[in-house]
């Protein structure tokens, strides 16, 4: 069997005006992640990096304890399936105050962000530029077929990417509804680990989802 660990990037810059871009949060918990990755003596095969600043970044400070230097090319279909920006111009336009002087801020802001990430995926709003969820699966399962095809036996393969490429994951493996992606989403810290194991030709199962344990109490975040 083979090893196929996906790693939520580190805590993004909510709220600010560039939303890929680790924030001070952030950058330490994926120091964290490189820390964790080296006292377990990790290795790993193959990488698979998304194509935003915040996976590269996550990527960098995780692979630095290991001596890993990453040069490759970027997977587009580890993508997240909207930027901030685009989630908060959808909740802004029925009728809520995100950004700007008398915007919603803090826990509520996050409340109608999650709230926009739900009704995504359950079909009832479209966002502008921002695929159908059924679309969204369908690049995450063909991305999944890929990493785990044709990959020797014993090899441990990393990802690094976002919370809705996480939570597709996890539908598929688990042959959960569309609806399901919003609340395994809503549930993944950043910086933790889902694990699934593998063998060529045969689907991944699941070993352990959303594993944040070596993040202290004060550095655990889903936004």
Do not use: C
């Amino acid at each position: 069997m083979s090893t196929l660990t996906l790693l939520r990037h580190g805590q993004a810059s909510f709220g600010a005006d560039r939303y890929d871009a680790l924030s001070d949060r952030g950058r330490e918990q994926a120091i964290l992640v490189g820390e964790h990755f080296a006292s377990r003596g990790r290795r790993f095969d193959r990488l698979w990096i998304g194509p935003r600043d915040r996976h590269r970044l996550t990527a960098r400070h995780a692979l630095e304890p290991l001596g890993v230097d990453w040069q490759g090319e970027a997977e587009p279909a580890l993508n997240e399936f909207a930027e901030g920006q685009q989630i908060l111009a959808s909740a802004e336009r029925r009728g809520v105050k995100l950004r700007g002087e008398g915007a919603v801020r803090g826990k509520e802001a996050a409340r109608y962000y999650a709230q926009e990430i739900t009704a995504w995926a359950e079909a009832q709003v479209d966002i502008d530029g921002v695929p159908h969820v059924r679309e969204f699966r369908r690049v995450v399962a063909e991305w999944l077929g890929r990493a785990t095809a044709s990959v020797p036996a014993g090899q441990s393969v990393l990802a690094v990417t976002s919370g809705g490429v996480v939570a597709a994951v996890m539908a598929e493996v688990l042959g959960l509804a569309d609806a399901s992606v919003a609340p395994l989403m809503h549930a993944i810290y950043n910086g933790s680990l889902t694990e699934l194991v593998f063998a060529d030709g045969r689907a991944p199962s699941l070993v352990s989802f959303n594993v944040a344990s070596f993040l202290p109490d004060g550095l655990l975040t889903r936004v």
